[in-house]
């Protein structure tokens, strides 16, 4: 399917979040009021940045659309993506860049710590119709959709591409929005695909109209009821799997999501 797509042979644009990550391997449990040895990586993310960033490293054309801030670590975030190949675009806001801690546990799953900066603070009178001009794909994470005002940016941005996908991102943010209201919501986004975990695809059920497309984690994937299997790897860190396997699915199908997805657990941090 993915094919016939333009997204799969043109530019993908992603819209939401650009910021810091903060990947801690811990050894076992968080011992209490002392040390537990752990590894560190620290670099950008945000989901949206890691689609944006995996579609290039796959080959893709990619435009991230990101309010960014003004401190030191939004020209770090700025500077990294443009050596992957991002097209970044988006306004400057006064306030600082996001920054997410992510707990992971030995590349089997992970928690994450959020804090989004300027992120949710992208307005739709601030997004430039030529940030779009060419787009023939969207791809918009839940987070985008579930705060405001850039909830109404991602809106008016879907109304002007022909095809969009929506990553259902978490649980936690969904259920904060209320499950029925986003569901409502994402459905009159009218998405071609929708990608989840099985737990997230679980809570929010089917898109009408949309293909869904299950991340089954070391499973493999689900999608048009057959279940393909995970590409062998070796598990180091889950960071930025699923949106490895977003993007590889978006620009060349299902085997190049798994391939890619493998490709992300296999080291340290979300970015390619």
């Avoid at 537990?36 to 290039?56: F, S």
């Amino acid at each position: 399917m993915a094919g016939k797509w333009p997204g799969a042979a043109g530019l993908i644009c992603v819209l939401g979040d650009a910021h810091l990550d903060v990947v801690v391997r811990v050894s076992g449990p968080v011992a209490e009021e002392t040390d537990t040895p752990a590894q560190t990586l620290v670099g950008v993310g945000g989901q949206a940045a890691n689609v944006a960033a995996w579609i290039a490293r796959l080959g893709g054309r990619a435009r991230l659309i990101a309010a960014r801030g003004r401190d030191p670590a939004a020209h770090l975030v700025a500077a990294e993506l443009a050596r992957l190949g991002v097209d970044l675009a988006g306004p400057v806001l006064d306030g600082r860049t996001g920054v997410v801690v992510s707990l992971s546990q030995g590349g089997r799953s992970r928690s994450m710590l959020t804090d989004r900066g300027v992120g949710p603070e992208l307005a739709p009178g601030a997004v430039d119709a030529r940030w779009l001009a060419g787009c023939g794909w969207l791809h918009l994470p839940a987070y985008s959709l579930v705060s405001w005002p850039v909830r109404d940016a991602a809106l008016a941005a879907a109304a002007r591409v022909p095809y969009r996908s929506l990553d259902l991102s978490s649980t936690a943010a969904v259920t904060q929005f209320g499950v029925g209201r986003f569901r409502e919501l994402a459905a009159g986004l009218r998405p071609d695909v929708v990608f989840g975990t099985e737990a997230e695809t679980a809570m929010v059920g089917d898109i009408p109209g949309a293909e869904m497309v299950v991340k089954l984690g070391p499973e493999g994937a689900r999608a048009g009821g057959r279940v393909y299997p995970a590409s062998p790897a070796t598990p180091v860190d889950s960071t930025g799997a699923g949106d490895a396997f977003a993007a590889g699915y978006l620009v060349g199908g299902m085997d190049l999501a798994l391939r890619a997805a493998a490709r992300a657990v296999s080291k340290m941090g979300a970015m390619p």
